[in-house]
């Protein structure tokens, strides 16, 4: 029963590059969830998106910066044009879906560590 | 927009002694979490609270949520070294499922 897998581990780009982040949500889970982490900070939230959609971007950067869950595969968060701003770490999260009942706390994934060089 | 802050920001105990991290919200919240991060790691879900004033335990640990929704508490006994890490509250208020983590509070136990 495997959790929330994140790949990879550890990204190193260069400024200007692309960043891809993936996310699988925990089996059984469709909604995921997107978190960045500076160096001893706390957990801001982006994105939240559901199959297919986008439900709430509202901590998204409005520009370089998109998500997507399509209907096969996993969650990705893209950073176009990378800057040394963007190095954190980069932690995806998944939920049972609404109406299952019980707790609908997060399962965290091992986050992805992007440095920008 | 909504905002959650925890108090103390960094807190040392000698092992053994009691531990208490204080959560506000500027906003009600429909329901509150409580998640660790051990150093280097990423957080785990501890524990929810729904109701106004509810009071969870957990072994050594005791979660309160405030009677108007806006405010918790996480109280940990006789500290030990194995509860090192940073200790976030995460609140949501109606209608959604997201979740809006409060700063932490980083917890050091010297033995």
């Known amino acids: 029963n495997a959790g929330v897998m994140q790949n990879p581990r550890h990204l190193v780009r260069r400024r200007g590059q692309e960043a891809r982040l993936r996310c699988s949500p925990m089996?059984?889970?469709?909604?995921v969830y997107w978190y960045r982490q500076l160096p001893e900070e706390g957990l801001k939230f982006m994105v939240y998106?559901?199959?297919?959609?986008?439900?709430?971007e509202s901590g998204m950067p409005k520009e370089r910066f998109s998500a997507e869950f399509p209907k096969e595969g996993p969650s990705i968060l893209r950073i176009q044009q990378v800057v040394r701003g963007d190095s954190a770490a980069y932690f995806c999260a998944s939920s049972p879906p609404i109406g299952t009942g019980g707790v609908y706390g997060y399962t965290f994934g091992s986050g992805t560590r992007l440095t920008v060089v | 927009g909504q905002q959650v802050m925890q108090i103390p920001q960094y807190q040392h105990v000698q092992e053994g002694e009691d531990f208490t991290t204080y959560c506000n919200s500027s906003t009600t919240l429909s329901n509150i979490q409580w998640y660790k991060q051990r150093p280097g790691g990423h957080p785990v879900f501890l524990i929810q609270l729904v109701k106004s004033g509810e009071v969870k335990k957990q072994k050594r640990l005791t979660f309160q949520f405030g009677e108007a929704k806006k405010n918790s508490s996480l109280h940990i006994t006789a500290t030990q070294t194995t509860d090192v890490g940073t200790y976030f509250c995460a609140g949501s208020t109606s209608g959604t499922y997201k979740y809006i983590f409060g700063t932490g509070t980083r917890l050091k136990v010297l033995a």
């Open positions: 998106l559901q199959k297919e959609n986008i439900i709430d």
């Open positions: 089996k059984g889970h469709s909604h």
